[in-house]
């Protein structure tokens, strides 16, 4: 089992471009969540994503929107990027309605300049 | 979700027990404790969770006050891969679809 999967490890936009980054979630895991790291603070909660539709969503602007594709991967994209969204991006996979904890991928590390 | 308190650093020397306490005074009845921890530049791992009793699993050990106010994490024999951050969560339900509320965590150090 490959667990969670991130792609890319690593990547550098210039402000204002937009960006694309891409999830797969563990087998068996319908539910995907991601969540924004900045340097030496803990996850924040950016949307969850079940069913093709976000269910949850953290204090985020609307430039972070989402997508679920019917293999249940995801993909976050971030409009107009700031210098401030620099950070690590996790994504998180679980099954919707069993009890279990939170499988996290390694992220993906976005350097804006 | 009720809010925690860890203290944000702590030592610990290889091959003793690292004891990692977590407030959360204002815990409601439906509210789980749940522990993951992040190595550097890795994803959070899950670690343990509780509602009122003490677990243990191969990774941990979980005590949970009888007021539940606060709990404490213990790592029975820590070793050098054990450095990490370390993060108390408490949240409603053992669902894994509600989101995480992480806090700063605390930065555990085993040394030699």
């Known amino acids: 089992d490959a667990g969670v999967t991130q792609s890319p490890t690593h990547l550098i936009k210039t402000r204002g471009q937009q960006v694309t980054l891409r999830c797969s979630p563990k087998?068996?895991?319908?539910?995907v969540s991601w969540y924004q790291q900045a340097l030496g603070q803990g996850p924040q909660f950016i949307f969850q994503?079940?069913?093709?539709?976000?269910?949850q969503r953290g204090n985020f602007p609307d430039r972070f929107s989402g997508h679920q594709f019917p293999n249940y991967s995801s993909e976050l994209n971030v409009n107009a990027l700031l210098l401030g969204d620099s950070a690590l991006y996790l994504c998180?996979?679980?099954?919707?309605?069993?009890?279990?904890?939170?499988?996290f991928g390694q992220g993906t590390r976005l350097t804006v300049v | 979700d009720a809010k925690t308190t860890q203290p944000p650093s702590m030592d610990c020397a290889e091959g003793r027990a690292a004891n990692l306490p977590c407030n959360h005074s204002?815990?409601?009845?439906?509210?789980?404790v749940y522990w993951y921890r992040q190595i550097h530049s890795q994803g959070p791992q899950y670690i343990i969770h509780?509602?009122?009793n003490n677990e243990t699993n191969e990774m941990a050990s979980l005590i949970i006050t009888e007021d539940r106010k606060s709990s404490t994490l213990i790592l029975p024999h820590a070793t050098l891969r054990d450095t990490a951050v370390y993060y108390c969560?408490?949240?409603?339900?053992?669902?894994?679809?509600?989101?995480?509320?992480f806090g700063g965590g605390t930065r555990l150090m085993v040394k030699p």
């Open positions: 998180a996979s679980s099954p919707y309605n069993l009890n279990t904890e939170a499988f």
């Open positions: 087998s068996g895991h319908d539910t």
């Open positions: 994503y079940y069913e093709e539709e976000e269910r």
């Open positions: 204002t815990i409601s009845g439906n509210e789980y």
């Open positions: 509780g509602l009122k």
């Open positions: 969560i408490v949240r409603v339900g053992r669902n894994a679809g509600n989101m995480l509320t």
